[in-house]
């Protein structure tokens, strides 16, 4: 299955660059390219893509406005694309934030370009990028910067079973299904079946606001 994808920055010829590599492989599809926040959620809105890369820092509308705007749209629009976070910072307040909104991950500009078209599947996939260890520092670092929620964020783990909650720790830490699965001594079927139920009872898009809430509510605490 091809996967639609468009480009959203302010730099003509990274855009060109990101959709000319992208375009190249037989599985994606570069639908479109924008120059800016607004006319990304303007073009989305047209063109249905399963990914957008987002730039963070846009003139006009900045790409976390935008990821707001498009992971929560108004009443009448249904699609909702998978966001990818393009940042030339490894550690960047609106990337922190744009995971809150529900992006699905974020990727450095400098990343090689295997990266950048393997992040495209891994988001378009469902699965949040968390593997690599800078996003993971980020959402610590913002997180210990921000003391634990213990109001409202807490009082919804009650809604958790005792294995949920397991997994959403484990989710939190950037293990893999597989890595879980052999953790708690599980079938892998039953750790994914588990996932889909912590985010549906904490309504939570993926595994990105599922790391941010863990620390957001004080389950999971950086450093640990």
Not at 86 to 114: C, N
Not at 137 to 150: E, K, S, V
């Amino acid at each position: 299955m091809t996967t639609r994808v468009i480009v959203v920055d302010d730099q003509a010829m990274v855009r060109a660059g990101f959709a000319a590599l992208l375009a190249a492989q037989s599985d994606i599809d570069v639908v479109g390219e924008a120059p800016d926040g607004a006319q990304g959620v303007e073009l989305s809105r047209r063109t249905h893509p399963d990914v957008v890369l987002m730039d963070v820092r846009m003139p006009e509308m900045d790409g976390l406005e935008a990821t707001r705007r498009l992971l929560a749209p108004p009443p009448g629009v249904t699609h909702r694309p998978r966001v990818l976070m393009l940042t030339t910072f490894d550690v960047d307040d609106y990337v922190y934030e744009a995971l809150r909104a529900g992006a699905s991950g974020f990727l450095l500009k400098d990343a090689p370009p295997a990266d950048l078209i393997a992040a495209v599947r891994v988001v378009a996939s469902g699965d949040a990028l968390l593997a690599p260890s800078v996003t993971r520092r980020l959402i610590a670092d913002f997180a210990r910067q921000r003391p634990a929620a213990r109001g409202r964020p807490a009082l919804r783990l009650k809604a958790l079973t005792e294995r949920e909650t397991e997994v959403l720790t484990l989710v939190a830490r950037g293990r893999s299904n597989a890595e879980i699965a052999a953790t708690l001594v599980l079938a892998e079927q039953t750790v994914k079946t588990h996932v889909s139920r912590v985010f549906t009872k904490l309504d939570l898009r993926d595994r990105a606001q599922a790391v941010v809430f863990a620390y957001e509510s004080g389950l999971v605490t950086p450093g640990e």
